[in-house]
């Protein structure tokens, strides 16, 4: 059953010794997997991109964001229905 990801927020902190980088990303984009993991993976990769324009737009080259701590602070995984296949007329004679 496939997967879209809604309201996906994440906490990103940056781990670099005295690093004061922790803020709280909103994930947007329309995410759509056939699993659960799947979508929280896409959505990770998503929120780190944005955290290391962020945090090179505030800590400038001082220090790369390398292996920041990601996690969901809010938002779910909605399952979307899968149809069963075109539905009949109603009406129309079958041949």
């Known amino acids: 059953m496939p997967y879209r990801l809604k309201k996906g927020v994440y906490a990103v902190r940056c781990r670099y010794p005295h690093c004061t980088f922790n803020t709280r990303l909103e994930v947007d984009t329309v ?3 056939m699993t ?3 979508v929280e993976a896409e959505a990770m990769k998503m929120a780190k991109g944005m955290a290391m324009v ?4 505030l800590h400038g080259r001082r220090h790369p964001l390398l292996n920041p701590e990601i996690r969901r602070v809010a938002g779910y995984n909605q399952p979307i229905p899968v149809s069963t296949g075109w539905a009949d007329p109603i009406g129309v004679p079958q041949r």
Do not use: F, L, V
């Not at 962020?54 to 737009?57: E, N, Q, V």
């Open 31 to 33: 995410i759509m997997g």
């Open 36 to 38: 659960e993991e799947d």
């Open 54 to 57: 962020k945090h090179d737009s």
